[in-house]
């Protein structure tokens, strides 16, 4: 049987079994691809990772210096669509091959409909997601983009399980009464605050997209917008948006340095929502007006906690009135079940790595 990927990480001493479950936990808060999180973890090297893909595929790796100086023949060889879409660069071309680094390099039907659309033989070389990011950023401009999300009724999802099922995955740091949450099926009619297809949303969530997608859609039931960022490191990273206002352009590559004073520093040590009048925060956060140039009546600032650490943010922005007790309850209730899902993903990425 082939083994995957972190199987062969421990089996060859590049990392130990915890530094391997470590780096599973941030990519399912962080995202990207698990030699991504090792690297910025510090935990393996960028060659170390690409020599056990290569290994492990039987396909050659390109180096860093594959990405210096492509030349414009060989960039333009292959349509924008193509590279956006499937998160490729071409790094060589020699008559009627072109050599193409790709993260992963075993998507046989990428490798197809990329040679018939240029009508060229593909040569596939496994690179990082690093390397490609940047690259696709440094020679054709293009950025990581964010999902936005317009303010409507969750999508339909699966019937949840027993909720027996799911205490099989749990583990001594979830909280009993936040999964049984999850499980719960009512049938009584929805109201603004009733969290019936918030729990049915959560329980089918496969990624972090799909927490953060959910997510955002409760808590339009209250706020007029909703913008959502990873706060990783000292830097809250632009993720996911909803509302009436489109995010700035580009926010999924929106950056900023987090600092002690600002929203972002408040709520990472406090671990709790806050509230403040737009004019206030506005005044204290200039960078705000990246989201609107003018101020909202109220911001709610909505942590998500994952054991005992602030990973992410919720901004809201209410328009034309202040929320009242019972909403900010609510609030804090999905944060903590959208924590509640990402444990459950991380549980689930751990199961299939063994």
């Known amino acids: 049987m082939k083994k995957n990927f972190g199987t062969l990480l421990v089996d060859r001493n590049l990392v130990s ?13 962080f995202g990207g691809r698990l030699g991504t999180n090792l690297i910025e973890m510090g935990a393996v090297s960028e060659e170390a990772v690409l020599k056990l893909l290569s290994s492990q595929h039987g396909i050659p790796y390109a180096t860093a210096e594959h990405f210096d ?40 039907d990428v490798v197809d409909e990329v040679g018939f659309q240029v009508d060229k033989v593909i040569k596939p070389v496994v690179a990082s997601e690093l390397r490609i990011t940047y690259a696709l950023e440094h020679y054709y401009g293009i950025r990581r983009k964010a999902r936005f999300i317009q303010a409507g009724p969750l999508p339909s999802s699966p019937p949840a399980p027993d909720a027996a099922e799911l205490v099989e995955l749990r583990e001594e740091d979830l909280a009993p009464e936040e999964i049984q949450e999850l499980a719960e099926i009512h049938i009584e009619p929805l109201n603004p605050l009733d ?13 972090r997209d799909d927490v953060a997608q959910a997510l955002i859609r409760a808590c339009l039931r209250v706020m007029d917008d909703a913008f959502m960022f990873i706060l990783k490191g000292d830097s809250a990273l632009g993720w996911m948006a909803g509302g009436s206002l489109a ?31 737009g004019q206030a925060l506005y005044a204290a956060n200039p960078w705000l007006d990246d989201f609107s140039v003018k101020a909202p009546n109220e911001i709610i600032a909505c942590p998500l906690v994952l054991r005992k650490h602030t990973v992410s ?42």
């Open 17 to 29: 079994e915890k530094v391997l479950s470590e780096a599973l936990q941030r990519q399912i808060i």
């Open 69 to 108: 100086h492509i030349p414009q023949a060989t960039l333009n060889s292959i349509p924008n669509d193509l590279l956006e879409k499937f998160r490729i660069i071409p790094i060589k071309m020699e008559k009627n091959t072109i050599t193409l680094a790709m993260e992963d390099p075993t998507r046989l």
């Open 195 to 207: 969290v019936t297809e918030i729990n049915k949303a959560l329980w089918a969530v496969q990624n």
């Open 247 to 277: 995010p700035p352009a580009h926010f999924g590559a929106w950056q900023r340095t987090i600092e002690p004073g600002d929203v972002f520093g408040v709520i990472r040590e406090a671990r709790a929502v806050q509230r403040d009048a």
């Open 313 to 354: 943010a919720v901004l809201g922005f209410c328009w034309d009135r202040n929320l009242d007790d019972e909403e900010i309850e609510f609030l804090v209730r999905i944060m903590k079940k959208a924590s509640v899902a990402l444990e459950v993903l991380i549980l689930k990425s751990r199961i299939l790595m063994l």
